[in-house]
Antibody, heavy 122, light 107 residues
Framework: QVQLQESGPGLVKPSETLSLTCSVS????????WSWIRQPPGKGLEWIGY???????NYNPSLKSRVTFSVDTSKNQFSLKLSSVTAADTAVYFC????????????????WGQGTLVTVSS | SYELTQPPSVSVSPGQTARITCSGD??????AYWYQQKSGQAPVLVIY???KRPSGIPERFSGSSSGTMATLTISGAQVEDEADFYC??????????FGGGTKLTVL
């Protein structure tokens, strides 16, 4: 059974960097694409981007200047860093596995982590 | 930037058919996917590639797509189907986008 688990600080100060890690079990991280998605309290889902095991990334244009993804195949983990955070970055952050269509007509998320709430506050 | 538009809310009585729409300019070329999210939980895929249903999803959930609009249909909605529903698709650069979400009320 595939499982994903987000981990990281639940409280980050404004202007600092938010760092989260997603630990994957039941699947090899080098076989799939992996994504981060967030959801501000009481609001909708926002796609942050995805990463492939070789380091190839695709980011949401609205966050691209502040976001960095990385993969650690030895630990079967991937990570998110979001710099210069503000209160608007307060959200539940989900990691998810991607199932792509190789004709580039779409992809979906089949397994999700439970989500972790990150609050930006001094 | 690319957007997907959903109605904020849909309300039906138990046993009725609920239809949730999602409109987007790229939908004629890109698949639509539908997620159900209950309070405090991670989203669950209920329809993929416009009309396919993952294993374990009840048959009352179906999807269709025509032109710039995709539709999620719940035939004979149950009280337990109450949730937020999100459509998802991609743009020409494979960037993902979610619709704003639709709150389904069954009462």
């Amino acid at each position: 059974q595939v499982q994903l688990q987000e981990s990281g600080p639940g409280l980050v100060k404004p202007s600092e960097t938010l760092s989260l890690t997603c630990s994957v079990s039941g699947a090899f991280i080098s076989t799939y694409y992996w994504s981060w998605i967030r959801q501000p309290p009481g609001k909708g889902l926002e796609w942050i981007g995805y990463i492939y095991y070789n380091g190839s990334t695709n980011y949401n244009p609205s966050l691209k200047s502040r976001v960095t993804f990385s993969v650690d195949t030895s630990k079967n983990q991937f990570s998110l860093k979001l710099s210069s955070v503000t209160a608007a970055d307060t959200a539940v952050y989900f990691c998810a596995r991607i199932i792509p269509r190789y004709d580039s007509s779409g992809y979906y998320f089949d397994y999700w982590g439970q989500g972790t709430l990150v609050t930006v506050s001094s | 930037s690319y957007e997907l538009t959903q109605p904020p809310s849909v309300s039906v009585s138990p046993g009725q058919t609920a239809r949730i729409t999602c409109s987007g300019d790229s939908l004629p070329k890109k698949y639509a996917y539908w997620y159900q999210q209950k309070s405090g939980q991670a989203p669950v895929l209920v329809i993929y590639e416009d009309r396919k249903r993952p294993s374990g999803i009840p048959e009352r959930f179906s999807g269709s797509s025509s032109g710039t609009m995709a539709t999620l249909t719940i035939s004979g909605a149950q009280v337990e189907d109450e949730a937020d529903f999100y459509c998802f698709s991609t743009d020409s650069n494979n960037k993902g986008v979610f619709g704003g979400g639709t709150k389904l009320t069954v009462l």
